[in-house]
């Protein structure tokens, strides 16, 4: 039997191994919740809620009291029958990583029942991909240094955090460029600067011979006018992140002709909505990233297997658990460099 016999919630707390810092702060540490789902056969699936207040407005406590709805709501629930497990997990509207860790443990638990690989579940298009690692914000020496050890780890996607200050990214984005050529490089604003400022920076950065591959959330999330704006001034594509957590964003910024790519998290659109998204991004011919927000391995796990079975994101923002400290890597995944192998 493969039906739903319990749900536990488990409180994780992770150290960052150094401060991660963007335009709005930094963290030193996190706290995400583990799911189990136990079904009458005894088999467990996995998968972890990584909530993100700037975000989505969520807090563990939040979720860890929302233990006894979850067990309302899908006790009993034969796990093959995952489709309706979405559709009542969509009523999670202001809990998404709440509503990805629960989604994805049942479908971890219904491929386990089926002897199957997740990311063969989601399609086996691929058996690896490729993750970048993060420049955070912090002093101009102090990011050229960190871009230059990444680069020396062999990472060949440089995603760096830009917003606090123009002319002292506009110095780090020409430096690491030209310390780091053959590198691909996201620049992640989120959503710092005014429209205008966007546009003086990336055609800064175009005049002084840098390429970059993604100009990530440029302006703030709800300023739809000013990433189309950012869009049709720009030399590079743009991409939106915190304004794209739902499937009805996605549709939006469709309409709105406001972006060149999305960036996908299951922690603010849950595994219902990243798959819609997909589908519409396909559809309209924008372009996918797969990203992070404070995720360990296990959380991480969850976007490496959809990412491998879907196989249409062109970049993969990966690295949150190379930032923490953990005790064992629990994904089902090998890291081999910046390589993410399922098998």
Same mark, same amino acid.
């Given at each position: 039997?493969?039906? /739903?016999?319990? /749900?536990? *919630?488990?409180?994780?707390?992770?150290?960052?191994?150094?401060?991660? !810092?963007? %335009?709005?702060?930094?963290?030193? &540490?996190?706290?995400?919740?583990?799911?189990?789902?136990?079904?009458?056969?005894?088999?467990?699936?996995?998968?972890?809620?990584?909530? #993100?207040?700037?975000?989505?407005?969520?807090?563990?406590?939040?979720?860890?009291?929302?233990?006894?709805?979850?067990?309302?709501?899908?006790?009993?629930?034969?796990? @093959?029958?995952?489709?309706?497990? $979405?559709?009542?997990?969509?009523?999670? /509207?202001? #809990?998404?990583?709440?509503?990805?860790?629960?989604?994805?443990?049942? /479908?971890? %638990? *219904?491929? @386990?029942?089926?002897?199957?690989?997740?990311?063969? *579940? *989601?399609?086996?298009?691929?058996?690896?991909?490729?993750?970048?690692?993060?420049?955070?914000?912090?002093?101009?020496?102090?990011?050229?240094?960190?871009?230059?050890?990444?680069?020396?780890?062999? $990472?060949?996607?440089?995603?760096?955090?830009?917003?606090?200050?123009?002319?002292?990214?506009?110095?780090?984005? !020409?430096?690491?460029?030209?310390?780091?050529?053959? !590198?691909?490089?996201?620049?992640?604003?989120?959503?710092?600067?005014?429209?205008?400022?966007?546009?003086?920076?990336?055609?800064?950065?175009?005049?002084?011979?840098?390429?970059?591959?993604?100009?990530?959330?440029?302006?703030?999330?709800?300023?739809? &006018?000013?990433?189309?704006?950012?869009?049709?001034?720009?030399? $590079?594509?743009?991409?939106?992140?915190?304004?794209?957590?739902?499937?009805?964003? %996605?549709?939006?910024?469709?309409?709105?002709?406001?972006?060149?790519?999305?960036?996908?998290?299951?922690?603010?659109?849950?595994?219902?909505?990243?798959?819609?998204?997909? &589908?519409?991004?396909?559809?309209?011919?924008?372009?996918?990233?797969?990203?992070?927000?404070? &995720?360990?391995?296990?959380?991480?796990?969850?976007?490496?297997?959809?990412?491998?079975?879907?196989? !249409?994101?062109?970049?993969?923002?990966?690295? #949150?658990?190379?930032?923490?400290?953990?005790?064992? $890597?629990?994904?089902?995944?090998?890291?081999?460099?910046?390589?993410?192998?399922?098998?």
């Amino acid at each position: 039997m493969s039906r /739903i016999k319990d /749900i536990l *919630f488990t409180l994780k707390r992770y150290n960052y191994k150094r401060p991660f !810092c963007i %335009a709005y702060g930094f963290v030193t &540490e996190t706290e995400n919740i583990e799911i189990e789902i136990i079904t009458e056969s005894g088999v467990s699936g996995y998968g972890e809620s990584a909530p #993100s207040f700037r975000i989505s407005g969520e807090t563990t406590e939040m979720l860890l009291a929302l233990q006894p709805k979850i067990r309302e709501m899908i006790l009993n629930k034969d796990v @093959k029958n995952y489709r309706l497990i $979405f559709d009542i997990t969509d009523r999670l /509207i202001s #809990s998404p990583s709440l509503k990805a860790g629960v989604q994805f443990a049942v /479908i971890d %638990a *219904f491929c @386990k029942e089926g002897g199957i690989g997740v990311w063969e *579940f *989601f399609g086996g298009v691929k058996d690896e991909i490729e993750t970048d690692r993060t420049v955070s914000v912090r002093p101009v020496e102090e990011r050229i240094n960190e871009a230059l050890e990444i680069y020396r780890e062999g $990472f060949r996607v440089i995603k760096i955090k830009v917003g606090e200050n123009l002319e002292e990214d506009l110095v780090v984005i !020409c430096e690491v460029y030209s310390k780091t050529r053959g !590198c691909r490089y996201i620049v992640d604003v989120n959503g710092n600067y005014t429209p205008k400022e966007a546009v003086y920076f990336v055609k800064r950065l175009y005049s002084s011979g840098v390429d970059i591959s993604v100009f990530e959330q440029p302006v703030n999330r709800y300023d739809i &006018e000013g990433l189309k704006y950012v869009r049709f001034n720009s030399p $590079f594509p743009v991409c939106a992140d915190e304004s794209v957590k739902t499937r009805y964003d %996605a549709l939006r910024l469709i309409k709105e002709e406001a972006v060149d790519m999305f960036n996908i998290k299951l922690m603010k659109s849950g595994i219902s909505d990243a798959i819609a998204i997909v &589908e519409l991004a396909k559809t309209a011919n924008i372009r996918l990233m797969i990203g992070c927000v404070s &995720e360990s391995s296990l959380g991480i796990n969850q976007s490496v297997q959809l990412a491998c079975g879907i196989g !249409c994101f062109d970049f993969c923002d990966l690295d #949150s658990h190379l930032m923490l400290e953990e005790d064992s $890597f629990r994904g089902t995944f090998k890291q081999v460099g910046s390589k993410m192998i399922v098998e």
